[in-house]
């Protein structure tokens, strides 16, 4: 590896459906670094915040519903697995991954409160380095210094495609409109936002997923790792 001016640090930013989480627990593993989902931990303050009936436009119920969170993320069960997140010691590894919370959580992400306290808690996590970390604006606001960086992008009907598969894997019905719909909806909302926006950093490597492998990705992105 090269570039030890900057943080010994993987971020691999991008819309939803572009393969960003199997890809980064490849790379994790792959360098023996420690895979950051931020995604997931957007997802879980958005389903405390939701649960709890918070008024996102009163941003001091915001702020007292943090304060009062308990966050813990924990390494994934299996290779294919997503990490586990315990919320006030709460599993909730599951119930973070439909669809809906992927909506609240872009809602939530856009709250300057509750960016404010996790993107604290993801630098704390990586502080020490070796990390892989994955979102929306790892490379951008997050890990601004880290030494290799990435931005995935795919066409909005394949990533709707490849969610769709993985919903239905998992057994659940799927509308594919409806889908499509919420995945543009997302694409905007997240570029639209005012803090930190999903935008490529100016220094990362850029890779359309659209038509290569999961495989193929992960070997081009070790390649300029290594």
């Known amino acids: 590896m090269s570039d030890t001016r900057k943080e010994r640090i993987v971020t691999i930013d991008g819309p939803s459906g572009v393969g960003k989480s199997t890809i980064s627990r490849r790379i994790a593993a792959s360098l023996s670094f420690t895979y950051l989902d931020t995604g997931a931990m957007y997802r879980a303050v958005g389903l405390k915040l939701k649960e709890a009936r918070v008024d996102l436009d009163d941003a001091d119920a ?3 519903c943090l304060n009062a969170t308990s966050l813990k993320l924990l390494p994934a069960r299996a ?3 997503g990490v586990g997140v315990l919320l006030d010691g709460r599993d909730v590894s599951q119930e973070i991954r ?5 909506m ?8 300057p409160a509750v960016r404010e306290k996790l993107t604290l808690m993801q630098q704390e996590i990586g502080i020490e380095g070796k990390i892989v970390a ?3 604006d790892t490379g951008t606001v997050v890990f601004p210094g880290a ?3 990435f931005y995935l992008d795919a066409a909005p009907g394949i990533r709707m495609q490849r969610r769709a598969e993985q919903l239905r894997s998992q057994g659940k019905q799927v509308d594919e409109d409806e889908l499509l719909a ?3 909806k997302r694409d905007h909302d997240d570029q639209s ?5 999903l935008c490529k950093a100016v220094d990362a490597h850029v890779i359309d997923t659209s038509l290569l492998s999961i495989d193929e990705v992960t070997e081009a992105m070790l390649a300029l790792i290594t």
């Open 62 to 64: 915001v702020l007292d």
């Open 79 to 81: 290779g294919s697995d």
């Open 98 to 102: 439909s669809p809906e919370m992927s």
């Open 104 to 111: 609240i959580a872009s809602a939530t992400s856009a709250l």
């Open 134 to 136: 994955e979102g929306r």
């Open 147 to 149: 030494a290799w960086k």
């Open 182 to 184: 919420m995945t543009v």
């Open 193 to 197: 936002r005012s803090i930190a926006p």
